[in-house]
């Protein structure tokens, strides 16, 4: 069968550039006449209107995907903000604790600054540095030593009554012997009857109380009954408020007892103490008593002398 199609040369037609030159000249042509006339308003609203629900489908995922990154950056700036917030918090609370520790501090130093100015012997102000506990001995240390004044058998109060006795003063510091410590014993008497005892560190506690020891039953003592220093060892001034009774037992098979006893100092709380110097025997009372010694001799002398 005979092929009766054009040759190839024949079916060349219209050209790519013919077409892109009219495509071209006919879309200037309808967006002039369209700019001009709107000729193409309607049109463009009822695609606008038909197009809108798969536009509006189409933009979730990017519109999820804003909302999400908005929200994330959102929440870390919140998270941010409230951890500016409570630092700033902290600090102030922080700040408010400080001045209210340093507010009582000072109430403290002034008061034992007026101890210190109610005694009649020059104090040591000192500040509690180290706490040693064992279970045989309670002690402090002090930042105040021998190069301060301070010396061994220094009595130690803060302002609160009675608190210990330095048993050894170094060149820059001191150990002090807490007044709870079992071989420390304090001559004192009762505020409120005048009778004299002696406390001592209770034994087998927990080095916060104090017992007066064989006490008989027919003692005057009460409970809530203040004890003050006696004076009577040359080591406190008289008059210092030492303990409140707070515990007094049953007598069953013995006739004396050992009267539990509150320290008034602070002994586990207290960070500024006073060391009062040691009280020595003024030097004519040693001339006084050692002339009436030699006397006393020369009259026994005379006496046997025939």
């Not at 001045?99 to 012997?121: A, P």
């Not at 003050?228 to 004396?256: C, E, F, H, R």
Request: aromatic share 6%.
């Amino acid at each position: 069968m005979l092929d009766r199609s054009p040759p190839a040369f024949f079916k060349q037609g219209t050209t790519a550039f013919t077409k892109l030159l009219v495509y071209t000249a006919l879309s200037l042509t309808l967006m002039t006449i369209d700019l001009r006339w709107t000729v193409g308003q309607p049109v463009r609203n009822v695609l606008a209107t038909s197009l809108f629900p798969v536009q509006w489908v189409l933009r979730q995922p990017v519109m999820g995907a804003q909302w999400l990154a908005e929200h994330a950056q959102t929440l870390g700036k919140a998270i941010e903000s409230n951890g500016l917030l409570s630092a700033r918090l902290l600090d102030q609370a922080l700040s408010v604790q400080q001045v209210g520790f340093l507010k009582l501090e000072n109430q403290r130093l002034q008061r034992l600054l007026d101890l210190q100015l109610s005694q009649d012997s020059e104090g040591i102000a000192a500040r509690v540095v180290a706490q040693t506990p064992t279970p045989y001995s309670n002690r402090v240390i002090l930042d105040k030593g021998s190069r301060d004044g301070v010396r061994a058998g220094s009595a130690v109060i803060d302002i609160y009554g009675v608190y210990g006795q330095v048993t050894r003063a170094y060149l820059l510091t001191s150990e002090v012997t807490l007044l709870t410590d079992r071989n420390l014993s304090t001559p004192v008497l009762n505020a409120r009857t005048g009778e004299r005892n002696v406390l001592f560190g209770e034994v087998g506690g927990d080095g916060t109380h104090l017992e007066l020891r064989f006490i008989s039953s027919n003692a005057d003592i009460q409970l809530g009954d203040v004890l003050m220093t006696s004076g009577i060892d040359g080591v406190y001034p008289p008059g210092l408020p030492v303990a409140t009774i707070v515990d007094i037992p049953q007598l069953m098979d013995t006739n004396y007892a050992s009267i539990r006893c509150k320290p008034q100092s602070h002994v586990n709380a207290t960070r500024h103490v006073l060391v009062m110097p040691v009280q020595e025997i003024p030097n004519k009372a040693l001339s006084a008593s050692a002339g009436s010694g030699a006397g006393a001799g020369a009259s026994e002398t005379e006496a046997v002398t025939p």
